[in-house]
């Protein structure tokens, strides 16, 4: 499986984890959740957050520092898959960027294969 975060993605991921590690809301083993799941005006949608519970059923991931964690299911649709972070006029936050997605929602959240 191959994932990539932006350098800008990276970045913002390494801030959001710390302010969590010190405010005592997550341990130094969370990892960042990658999910795909049903649902959206396309079909599928891209869910992500911080998480400690990691099964051996998860793929684990080191990217740049980012521990990823995916789970199994969600895998068969991230492969290839850029995550970016965006600050523009239309919104600021993270951005799926999928190679494999056959279509996608207008708004962009969610997608079909």
Excluded: H, W
């Excluded at 969370?30 to 059923?57: H, P, W």
């Excluded at 990217?63 to 964690?69: E, H, P, Y």
């Amino acid at each position: 499986m191959d994932i990539t975060l932006t350098e800008v993605a990276t970045t913002q991921l390494k801030t959001l984890l710390t302010k969590e590690v010190e405010a005592n809301n997550l341990s130094e083993e969370a990892g960042l959740r990658l999910m795909v799941v049903g649902g959206g005006c396309s079909g599928f949608t891209y869910k992500m957050g911080f998480d400690e519970n990691i099964s051996e059923q998860d793929k684990v991931m080191d990217i740049d520092g980012i521990k990823l964690v995916i789970d199994e299911k969600s895998g068969l649709y991230l492969d290839a898959v850029e995550v970016d972070f965006q600050d523009n006029l239309m919104g600021k936050g993270f951005v799926f960027n999928n190679p494999n997605a056959s279509g996608t929602c207008g708004c962009g959240s969610s997608f079909s294969i």
